[in-house]
T-cell receptor, first 111, second 116 residues
Framework: TQLLEQSPQFLSIQEGENLTVYCNSS?????LQWYRQEPGEGPVLLVT?????EVKKLKRLTFQFGDARKDSSLHITAAQPGDTGLYLC???????????FGKGTSLLVTP | NAGVTQTPKFQVLKTGQSMTLQCAQD?????MSWYRQDPGMGLRLIHY???????DQGEVPNGYNVSRSTTEDFPLRLLSAAPSQTSVYFC???????????????FGQGTRLTVV
């Protein structure tokens, strides 16, 4: 099983601050995904990164895929309370037919 | 748009009881999977299917059975519930495999199971 390590596990910040969440592995992934999960709901896809070195932006969220395709990061600029949630990185599992998930980063943004 | 529908949303079982968690999708997706989510553990893969009649084990398959008789449905059966199976269970589906493709997994809202 290809392991994905996420850090930090918990993050509590005030509105307006910037933050970065990391997803690291010793294995090479053909692609990595970031999902966001709100309490009582299933995860929802934010982005897929496929090419090493790729950078994708989604409003205030910036996603980067490492050159070696072993790691990814999520940077949030000027966090808002609506960004509160669990952020999960995921990569194709050994078979490619399902996903392996990191343990998640729980983000709390207070006004 | 229904997407992925899981039933029930909540369930309490006694140790040793059996039950089936239902999962249905209306997007004509071939790939479906079951995950369990425990605090601090992320989502762990239980079983997955690549089409009707084809299933395989994931990371934590013990104590669970699955079958895929139709494209739409992928039920998860607990044979003899144990307290260690207390968790939140998520079903997901996708149109294609994930390896190197820009594929989205669609998740249900989850079933919160407590085994006492």
């Amino acid at each position: 099983t290809q392991l994905l390590e996420q850090s930090p596990q918990f993050l509590s910040i005030q509105e307006g601050e910037n933050l970065t969440v990391y997803c690291n592995s010793s294995s090479v992934f053909s692609s990595l995904q970031w999902y966001r999960q709100e309490p009582g709901e299933g995860p929802v896809l934010l982005v897929t990164v496929v090419t090493g070195g790729e950078v994708k932006k989604l409003k205030r969220l910036t996603f980067q895929f490492g050159d070696a395709r072993k790691d990814s990061s999520l940077h949030i600029t000027a966090a808002q309370p609506g960004d509160t949630g669990l952020y999960l990185c995921a990569g194709a599992g050994d078979s490619g037919y399902a996903l392996n998930f990191g343990k998640g980063t729980s983000l709390l943004v207070t006004p | 748009n229904a997407g992925v529908t899981q039933t029930p949303k909540f369930q309490v079982l006694k140790t040793g009881q059996s039950m089936t968690l239902q999962c249905a999708q209306d997007m004509n997706h071939e790939y479906m999977s079951w995950y369990r989510q425990d605090p601090g553990m992320g989502l762990r893969l239980i079983h997955y299917s690549v089409g009707a009649g084809i299933t395989d084990q994931g990371e934590v398959p013990n104590g669970y059975n699955v079958s895929r008789s139709t494209t739409e449905d992928f039920p998860l059966r607990l044979l003899s519930a144990a307290p260690s199976q207390t968790s939140v269970y998520f079903c997901a589906s996708s149109y294609t495999a994930f390896d190197g493709r820009n594929t989205e997994a669609f998740f249900g809202q989850g079933t919160r199971l407590t085994v006492v």
